[in-house]
């Protein structure tokens, strides 16, 4: 965005110094200064959208602010929601939703909501219970209270930003009062976000008046001290090793990826994640642009000062291979195919979701046509390429300066063409020793290692769900952790799927892994999966939960981890002699107290 001279109040010189300031600042240095400006000035935020009403009444000085997160954006924009009121003179309380009294509610005055929504509309599992009491009986009237929703969400779900649609609908049929309107953010969400955070900060200034006007203190980033690589700068990554974890004649290809970490400043425990920002299919690029009637080489700007040839910016920074409801709705209105207007309109909604499901912008350009008068304007609805989120497979103590990975291959037929996983398949077919990666580490609060090392821990994850419990076992060997430790593991065939069995076996014959029990689905008639092993040894596995056991789930979410959890409730119902509903209390007791934890994607 250009700052023009003309109907402005500034001078040319004025003009030229800002244009060539604004660009290079982070949104934390601009959500600073939008407070710094606000505070000294009494005045709305700038950047914020105009025409919000301004609150008139007092307000307190205390802003509490609750997140659900289960990766942990939430709570990063948490954190720096807080830096910024900090920084023009409130008081911040931050607390993951888990962690708060509900009954507290009715004692705050200003609040903001901070939350991602998971799977089909979900609350993060830290959301869950907060959830429940704000929609149940017990839910106190909040006539006194002013909120603001920010909520996160991928645009390509069915159910996008649900959770924080249901918590800024619900505080306002409880009485709240909207401080500032909801933002609903996709999963390039700083921009948004930052916008939302100054509209806040505004309303906040506009209401204490003249008391608002203290001196602000500089805002940090959510980058750690350790390192200047964060999720908005990525490192590159060096691979060090990629290797197929299967064993010939194998039905599935799982990665093993070995990255530098030298020279990052980066770190992680156990638990946390790591973001690959990945570049599309090249093979897929040529096919969409030979659809298209635009030169490749023809430059479109993705962003200020940032522009580039049509087809880098279609391998490398825009998402191709995945259609949403919102993106169709948006490519109808620059349009001129009656059929795709026809086909978003209000009343078939089924038949979209069913033409959206595995197809992709070539299908989507074969089906329909181009849209837009230029590349510039074809390439404007379109998102950015999210980043790939795997769990992290090593510990750092183990394997210094180095991260691993463990990446399942994605192919498929559909619809008369194969389709290939953005990211999985360019570690399989593209990527090889001494190419780079652009990564970053997701930290999350809601997978770790207990803080207690003889606590005893149960680990279910078959498949790619094994990656993080690699890392568990890693760290307890190298801190001598003398708690218990029982792995369930599952896939297809033992002979060619049992990743990393000489490391499980190793660890069980040196006492760091103390129990393991297999299912291999395709290797007998009938079909043996995880939850059944389980259901043998739940006299065992009740007792350890008795004994304070952690239980942890890494996988799949719509099947395996959903099946997994009823087999627990029926364990716990069983060999504890409770009702369901007392079952289903022990294991809500469990999430409270951290002991029942979940990577579930």
Partial sequence: MQLQVLNSPFTEEQAELLNRLLPSLTESQKVWLSGYFAASANSIVLGAPAGQ??????????VTILYGSQTGNSKGLAKKASQALEGIGFKAIVSAMSDFKPNNLKKVQNLLIIASTHGE?????????????????????????????????????????????????R???????????????????????????????????????????SAPVPVGTTQTAESVYSRTNPFRAEVL??????????????????????????????GDS???????????????????????????TV?????????????????????????????????????????????????????IESRDLLDLVQDFGAWGESSQEFVSVLRKIPARLYSIASSLSANPDEVHLTIGAVRYEAHGRERKGVCSILTAERLEAGDTLPIFIQHNENFKLPVNQDAPIIMVGPGTGAAPFRSFMQE??????????????????????????????????????????????????????????????????????????????????????????NTLIEIIEKEGNMSREKAEEYITEMQQQKRYQRDVY
């Fill in 53 to 62: 009403p301004v609150q008139s009444q007092s307000v307190s000085k205390e």
């Fill in 121 to 169: 509309g979900e609350p993060p599992d830290n959301a869950k219970s907060f959830h429940e009491f704000l929609f149940g009986k017990r839910a106190p009237k909040l006539d006194g209270l002013q909120f603001s929703v920010l909520a996160l969400g991928d645009s390509s779900y069915e159910f996008f930003c649900q959770t924080g649609k249901d918590f800024d609908k």
């Fill in 241 to 270: 090793e990629n290797i197929n974890l299967n064993g010939r004649g194998s039905n599935k290809e799982t990665r093993h990826l070995e990255l530098s970490l030298e020279g990052s400043g980066l770190s992680f425990e156990p």
């Fill in 171 to 213: 505080l306002e049929e409880l009485g709240g009062t909207r401080l500032y309107p909801r933002f609903d953010c996709d999963v390039d969400f700083d921009e948004p976000a930052g916008e939302w955070l100054q509209g806040v900060l505004g309303s906040l200034n506009d209401a204490q008046g003249e008391s608002a006007a």
């Fill in 476 to 565: 307890r060997e190298e801190n001598g952790a003398e708690g218990k430790a029982w792995m369930f593991f599952g896939d297809q065939h033992f002979v060619t799927d049992f990743l990393y069995q000489l490391e499980w076996q190793k660890w069980l014959k040196d006492g760091v892994l103390t129990k393991m029990d297999v299912a291999f689905s395709r290797d007998q008639a009938e079909k043996v999966y995880v939850q059944q092993r389980m259901l043998e040894q739940s006299k065992e596995l009740f007792q350890w939960l008795e004994e304070g056991a952690y239980f942890y789930i890494c996988g799949d979410e719509k099947h395996m981890a959903h099946d997994v959890h």
């Fill in 303 to 355: 962003k200020q000062g940032d522009a580039r040839p049509l087809k880098d910016v279609l391998t490398s920074f825009y998402e191709i291979t995945v259609l949403t409801k919102p993106l169709l709705e948006k490519i109808a209105q620059i349009s001129t195919n009656v059929e795709l207007k026809e086909l978003v309109a209000a009343g078939n909604e089924d038949k979209l979701k069913a033409y």
């Fill in 274 to 300: 790591l973001g690959i920002y990945p570049d599309n299919d090249p093979a897929l690029v040529e096919r969409l642009l030979q659809e298209l009637t635009w030169n490749p080489d023809e430059v479109v």
